[in-house]
């Protein structure tokens, strides 16, 4: 997977009108389709690149993704990164997005994250 593409492609999500809904599902389709390539390099992403602003928005992609890979290891992957959002740590004012910046408090970024997460395993299979 090549992180400067998934990071291009994300920036260009975020650069859409939130009523461009063709152009958001494409996106998205963009983004499992890089996220899909390779579980290794996915969950390595997300274990040592992906930042606290990535994550939040490449949750809306989670369940495609695990749909695509089948894999309990990305899912536990997805669970660990979250867990590393601690209320101490989460800084709203540092992100990027002027959306999450403003409306996006800690606990809305673990529920919506979580719940992103929970479709992600009910993907799965087994």
């Known amino acids: ?8 492609e994300l920036t ?11 152009g958001i599902e494409e996106s998205w389709k963009s983004l499992t389709k890089i996220l899909s390539e390779n579980v290794d390099d996915t969950i390595c992403f997300f274990n040592n690149e ?10 809306e992609v989670f369940s495609d993704v695990s749909e695509v890979l089948q894999s309990k290891e990305f899912v536990q992957t997805l669970r660990n990164r979250l867990a590393r959002v601690t209320p101490d740590k989460y800084d709203q004012k540092a ?14 970024y673990v529920r919506s994250t979580l719940l992103d997460i929970d479709y992600a395993e009910g993907a799965l299979n087994d």
């Not at 997977?1 to 291009?8: F, G, N």
């Not at 650069?15 to 809904?21: I, P």
């Not at 992906?50 to 949750?59: G, I, P, V």
Request: some cysteine; charged content about 40%; glycine content about 0%.
């Open 1 to 8: 997977m090549k992180v400067e593409d998934l990071r291009a």
């Open 95 to 108: 992100f990027h997005d002027e959306h999450i910046r403003m409306y996006v408090d800690y606990e809305e």
């Open 50 to 59: 992906c930042t606290d602003e990535e994550f939040f928005w490449l949750s």
């Open 12 to 22: 260009h999500r975020l650069s859409l009108d939130v009523n461009d809904d063709y």
